[in-house]
């Protein structure tokens, strides 16, 4: 049986390689045939540019019959960066941000193999990873996640995110309306910018289940600087005093009722995540609706191993006769 064909995954378009490796091989050819002292030399930078040529078209076989087969679930995480979500008091004395990856982990647990998206929100919201099938990106931007920098905090509101989430799930209903659209709205519900929150009774529309996740205490916690100088040391107000964060649950369960999902006011990461997906039931979406992946396996290292050998032996010719030639001059130029 014949082995998958190899093609090239070009790094650089056609137009570009050409036309510059084309001139290198020439000069390189030519220095060696005319310059026979250094023909070694030419010689090996013959080879490096050659390849260099084969890292660039990057050559590759297919990997056959590999396709990705999902959950009929689009999830929206809805992530809280503001400062106050390192206040002191979740599960024990623990940052909130910790409630929210443990969280965000369960919820993942519950919908493997489902689109996931990411919109974080401090003093502007991002999004922050677009809708994909691929959990390990998910879960790499859920390891690193971490307030903004305190010296960049310009006052805060929950519906930040509002109008990003609301673009996010009316495309994925418009492209993927036979997927179900679950929203996860993760924070401590508090306002820092003295305005009311706009209403997001504009998603409930298109939402079909998830739930609001609320994290802190009423009595408050502690929070560390983020970044700079102060990166952690406690915040402190004016007047000296050190700066105690607490959960707004009443804007919590406002938010919750605009979107028509269930309120949980999360104090341990072990707790269940339980009624977020009523009337929802996760079924693969049929193979002949799933998306082939272009995937192959790379060959362009096997030229690349002998090249980093070929460059450390130009390095290291050049660095033998540098000191050699400085010696033929004196300081002021003159051949000695």
Known sequence: MEGPLMYFEHLMPLWATIPLFGVMLVLCTVLLVRRPRQRTAWLRRLLMVLLLLVVALRPVTPIEGE???????NVFFVVDRTGSMNAEDYAGEQPRLEGVKADMEQIMGLTEG??????AFDSTATQQ???TTDAGAARAWIDTLTTEPTSYSTGSNVDRALTPL???????RSEDPDS???VYFLSDGENTDERDSESFSQAAGFVDGGAVLGYGTPEGGPMKAEGGQDHGEYITGPDGQQGISSIDEQQLQTIAGEIGVPYLHRTDPAAPIEGTMEGITLRPIPIESTRGVASFEDWYWVAAIPLAALLIWELGEMTYR?????DRYDISGAQR
Do not use: D, F
């Open 67 to 73: 396709q990705t087969q999902r959950m009929n679930a």
């Open 114 to 119: 489902a689109r996931y998206s990411i919109i």
């Open 129 to 131: 990873l677009p809708l």
């Open 166 to 172: 609301l673009v996010e799930i009316s495309e994925a």
């Open 180 to 182: 179900s659209v679950l």
């Open 322 to 326: 540098l000191p050699r030639r400085l």
